[in-house]
């Protein structure tokens, strides 16, 4: 099962600033396709993929990669 809080994570990002999603993927260097099946869950996000869209939209991959909170105790 692929996790999809990255992918939530750019998805808010792109709506927040107003881009379509076709956008991001072009200057990703992705087809409509290939990002659509990794904001969906169907393709996994790599590191690379992370750089990719991050320069694209001009963000810190720590943007979209966020340690889970610890519990104490």
Do not use: W
């Not at 927040?16 to 260097?29: H, P, Y």
């Not at 992705?30 to 996000?45: H, L, N, V």
């Not at 963000?59 to 909170?69: G, L, N, Q």
């Amino acid at each position: 099962m692929v996790d999809l809080k990255i992918p939530r994570r750019i998805q808010g990002h792109i709506n927040d600033i107003g881009l379509k999603q076709r956008v991001v993927a072009q200057k990703s260097g992705y087809t409509e396709k290939q990002f659509s099946a990794m904001m969906t869950g169907r393709k996994k996000i790599t590191a690379v993929d992370i750089e990719r869209i991050c320069f694209a939209l001009n963000v810190s991959p720590s943007e979209f990669i966020k340690p889970e909170s610890q519990k104490v105790g």
